[in-house]
């Protein structure tokens, strides 16, 4: 299957008709935050397939739209501290936010985090056991510790997102909140069995769905 994941910034030639003509072979989008409602929405209802997302730390709890009032994106699905499988059989988990730098919403401590993850545990778990697997895409807007992060507060990365990954090992963890301003920023770091991608504007992806496995 085909991944169009997107993050941090709105892209003019995503908001626009000829999205059908560039991605019109994409099976699943993925939303790693701080991008409007609107511009969601829009994909969606352009290419007709299932959206997941996470909040970033920009995000607005309320958007007023020519349609009304948004608290979300109409048609995606917000996949903050769950863990879900899509029709396809795709296994994903997501955390939004990012570290705690001042009263602003979806901001958290390193502790808080600690505490997401440790409650996804029991649903990993239960993947392996139903699927052969524990994930297959963990989704955040912040990324991992050390790895794409930097140094001030707000940037830096995730440890309890570290630890999930190095113990669960999906596939990917696609994340947002560090700008790419520089060709040379590493935006894909292998960490063990894990590509960590950031996917600031956007990204594609192809994963192999791998086969259910009966226990």
Known sequence: MKILAVSD??????????????FYDVDLILSCGDLPHYYLEYMISMLNIPLYYVN?????????????????????????KKSVTDDTGLLLAGIEGCLRYNLGDFQYTQSEMWIFVYKLIPKLFFNKIRYGRFLDIFLSHAPPWKIHDQDDLPHQGIKAFRWLIKVFQPTYHLHGHIHVYRNDTVTKTRYINTDVINCYGYKELIFDIRPYIKN
């Open 9 to 22: 910034i709105e892209l003019g030639y995503l908001y626009q008709p000829k999205i059908v003509d560039r």
């Open 56 to 80: 970033g730390n920009h995000a607005n709890k309320l958007e007023f739209t020519s349609g009304g009032e948004r608290k979300f994106p109409w048609g995606a699905r917000n996949i903050h």
